[in-house]
């Protein structure tokens, strides 16, 4: 689950860094923080779709190890 929020991160973290730039440079006019907030919102739907596919993906290597009995060979988790 770390990793996911370190995934998102890393993606959303050009546009933030464009965001306060422009902040800090002056103030921005509606169309470019509209244009900020366009692109924020498009990286927020590529990380929500990317999360999705590893869930699946996950879900799936379960279903696998699960039908070969390889669960107990799985090492304990730590807490």
Do not use: S, Y
């Amino acid at each position: 689950m770390l990793g996911v929020f370190g995934v998102g991160g890393w993606l959303l973290n050009p546009i933030v860094k464009a965001l306060a730039e422009r902040l800090r440079g002056g103030r921005a006019t509606d169309a470019e923080l509209q244009g900020l907030r366009d692109d924020l919102a498009g990286e927020l739907q590529q990380v929500r779709r990317e999360v999705a596919e590893l869930g699946e993906r996950i879900d799936f290597a379960e279903r696998l190890l699960a039908q070969r009995g390889g669960t107990e060979a799985l090492p304990p988790q730590r807490p």
